[in-house]
């Protein structure tokens, strides 16, 4: 065993003053760090804070409130509650991911787990889930049983093995560049709702200027609080409206008063058809998870340097902590629908920090945002808001891809998974094209002939064939109706 193995963590610690570069010192501060499974991780003694995390807390935080707020919204709407029901079941969703996982799990007992955030995909389907007679409490408890089966069976990171560099790349290209487009076009919309068009010109104009700048200076992980506030700036500046109106104070806790008959989402406890009106929804939502945990582990594997395997994100113990989250989240009476934190990892990845310190300041601004009140507020401001998702994680998914893609065969997968994703989704073109890399018929066909019979074809072709099936029944392929509808 060699001395860095042996040696702790603490002991291998260096001053910055050692280093060229403070990027030098946080690529060492990786390399050193030996992360424990299920075990305690203490701060101090197994990992260390530094400025850089409060990047990736900040921009995790305000994703957080913006995904959670947009997936209970649309439960909400179809339901007819309230938009005071909305914010409550926000806070309280908060309080849950920050005391009894993000905290507790990613940051103290396993450090290689990202954090649980939401399934921002899913949130397109969440009428249909509603119409098709599905409780917000059966959906959970499905997705959380189906995702613990899932990272058991270790299924998760077979299939991220076997998914290619152009698919990967691929799929970061079309998931960066609509994500951005659809930012812009929103703030754009925003600005030009208030007859204020120029704001967003201004706006996304200086935005672009601070980001090159910053990536001229090698300084990146700094765009999300320097572009949010810059933006912030600029829209006051420029006269647009704002004003704080969320209170402080503490959303209900008792699972009861969220599953009553009369009150929280007033639709009592699930019963037995409740449960099969949504497998189908639990299942692609679960299936869903692959693509996106593989897309966030990527972003570690560019940005960290090759001594740093041991703190790499661990897809399965992702996928299990996800999917207990998901199940107490929901009995508890929140309505996140959970999936990994991409506006947590990307900006880490970028700042060359490891999981758990940036998880517990993710932690603690949380329950601030959620006790407090206004911080939401703030967060959900076009300007701000917009910003943080473009230079945050639209603009590194676009770049990322585009790394991943240099080579001729990659860049030929890379390209059927635009394609197929734009005809369908994104589910469906990394599935399709997975499975075509494999079988050698695109990209490096010779990584088709190593393969075994189980992973060349028989894997992603029963992953390809089970998804196919699932979007047919909800109608999420182009021109057919769906084989589920709603009485």
């Known amino acids: ?89 926000v806070r309280f969703e908060m309080l849950i991911a920050a005391l009894l996982f993000v905290i507790l799990f990613s940051g103290l007992i396993n450090p290689t787990a990202n954090l649980a955030g939401t399934h921002g995909p899913m949130i397109p389907l969440i009428p249909l889930i509603v119409a098709s007679g599905g409780h917000p409490l059966a959906l959970g408890l499905l997705v959380g049983l189906f995702g613990l089966l899932l990272s058991i069976s270790k299924g998760g990171s077979k299939l991220m093995a076997l998914t290619s560099d152009g698919v990967r790349g691929g799929l970061l290209i079309y998931l960066g560049a609509v994500g951005l487009l659809s930012q812009i076009k929103a703030l754009t919309s925003w600005a030009n709702g208030l007859d204020m068009g120029y704001i967003a ?50 959303p209900h806790l008792s699972p009861s008063y969220w599953w009553g008959e ?19 929804f639990a299942v692609l939502a679960v299936a869903m998870w692959s693509p996106d945990f593989m897309g ?26 996800a999917s207990v989250r998901q199940a107490v ?13 991409g506006t947590y990892m990307i900006p880490a990845a970028i700042a060359k920090r490891p999981i758990p310190a940036g998880a517990i300041l993710t932690g603690i601004m949380c329950i601030i945002a959620a006790l407090w009140g206004y911080p939401m507020d703030l967060a959900v401001w076009a300007p701000v808001l917009r910003v943080a998702l473009i230079v945050g ?24 998974v635009v394609f197929a994703s734009a005809f369908v989704n994104p589910v469906f073109g990394w599935s399709m094209t997975m499975l075509l890399d494999n079988l050698g018929l695109i990209g490096d066909k010779e990584r088709g002939k190593k393969l075994r019979r189980m992973d ?14 699932i979007m047919a029944a909800v109608g999420m392929l182009p021109g057919i109706p769906a084989l589920i509808t709603a009485e």
């Open 1 to 89: 065993m060699s001395d860095a193995n042996t040696q702790s963590y603490r002991s291998q610690r260096r001053p910055r003053r050692d280093f060229d570069s403070r990027a030098a010192y946080l690529e060492h501060e990786l390399s050193i760090m030996s992360p424990k499974r299920w075990r305690l991780n203490l701060p101090f003694k197994d990992y260390s804070f530094e400025l850089e995390d409060l990047v990736p807390a900040l921009a995790a935080t305000i994703g957080k409130i913006v995904m959670v707020a947009a997936v209970v919204a649309a439960f909400a709407g179809p339901l007819g509650l309230s938009d005071a029901f909305v914010v409550e079941n």
């Open 201 to 250: 010109f201004a706006v996304i104009l200086s935005t672009i200027i601070m980001y090159a700048l910053l990536a001229r200076l090698e300084m990146r992980w700094l765009s999300i609080p320097l572009g949010s506030g810059i933006a912030f700036l600029i829209a006051i500046a420029l006269g647009a409206p704002f004003e704080f109106v969320t209170e402080p104070g503490v």
């Open 262 to 280: 009369n009150t929280g989402w007033q639709m009592g406890w699930p019963e037995l058809h409740h449960f099969i009106s949504v497998a189908p």
């Open 296 to 321: 966030h582990r990527v972003f570690q594997e560019l940005n960290y340097p090759k001594k740093a395997d041991k703190v790499l994100m661990n897809v399965d113990d992702t996928m299990s902590i």
């Open 329 to 341: 989240g929901s009995l508890l009476g929140g309505g996140n629908l959970t999936s990994s934190w």
């Open 393 to 416: 994680v639209f603009m590194p998914l676009l770049e990322a891809g585009m790394q991943m893609t240099r080579n001729t065969t990659s860049s030929q997968s890379a390209g059927i």
């Open 456 to 469: 060349r074809w028989v894997i992603p072709g029963i992953t390809f064939v089970i998804l196919l099936g």
